[in-house]
């Protein structure tokens, strides 16, 4: 397999496109808990009609928000378009890994979670790949950037 010379995605229009496209996204870290960022981003994404899956391996933590929690991504039940990553750095070498064998079409590294390596194994299995962005930010983005073209039509 050639190795990619992609680029991290950081382009708005691309990543536009990945939050208007995809469906399904698997949240790496989500949390039980409602003060941390990880569950409020799971929630706003269910907010925005995205198939919202937790990923955490607490034991006996069966769900967050109502919806089931699911110890790693190998256990996921049904595809999953997008792997939103709320873990430290070193560990999404694992996570990109864990993506690929899922068939994941979108690796996302949250703000501050961004490693090289791990977005190269990614994009050369075909994944695109965002890292140090937030999907809610984007989404606010996207949604302000609406809001001001219909302003000006």
Not at 36 to 54: A, F, K, N, T, W
Not at 110 to 116: R, W
Request: hydrophobic share 45%; aromatic share 2%; glycine share 6%.
């Amino acid at each position: 397999m050639p190795i990619s010379t992609q680029p991290i995605i950081q382009d708005d229009q691309t990543i536009d496109d990945i939050l208007n496209t995809v469906k399904t996204i698997a949240v790496v870290g989500a949390s039980p808990n409602p003060d941390r960022v990880s569950h409020q981003i799971m929630v706003m994404l269910m907010e925005h009609g995205y198939d919202v899956i937790p990923i955490n391996p607490r034991p006996g933590l069966e769900e967050i928000a109502g919806v089931k929690v699911f110890p790693d991504l190998g256990a996921v039940d049904r595809a999953v378009d997008m792997v939103d990553v709320f873990r430290k750095p070193e560990h999404l070498m694992a996570v990109a890994s864990d993506a690929i064998a899922i068939k994941a079409k979108v690796l996302w590294g949250q703000l501050g979670v961004v490693d090289e390596e791990a977005a190269r194994l990614a994009r050369d299995a075909g994944l695109k790949v965002v890292m140090d962005r937030c999907p809610k930010i984007e989404l606010d983005r996207i949604k302000l950037d609406r809001m001001t073209k219909s302003k000006d039509n």
